[in-house]
């Protein structure tokens, strides 16, 4: 059996919020676009099948819940570890 696809976004902006918010989220046909957004503006993608199914059940606009807080800063660690990367690359290339 074919697993459904399952994508969520998040935003984060320290000034304003308390803790990541999640902006998007979907099963399917939803995810797919999310996915498809997230490559064609080069927003990083991260794959856990267990942080995502949590992420698709908070409602969109709103802040993950602190059982969240380790996983998603982990997922941003990561994030911020490969933007350094690719700074670095781009920099070293030119």
Known sequence: MKKIKQAAALKYDREKDNAPKVV?????????????LSVENNIPLVQDENVVRML??????????????????????????MDSKAKKNNLITK
């Open 24 to 36: 998007a989220s979907g099963k399917g046909y939803i995810a797919e676009k999310i996915i498809q």
């Open 56 to 81: 698709c059940s908070v409602p969109i606009d709103s802040e993950i819940p602190e059982e969240l807080y380790e996983a998603v800063a982990q997922i941003i660690a990561f994030v911020f570890e």
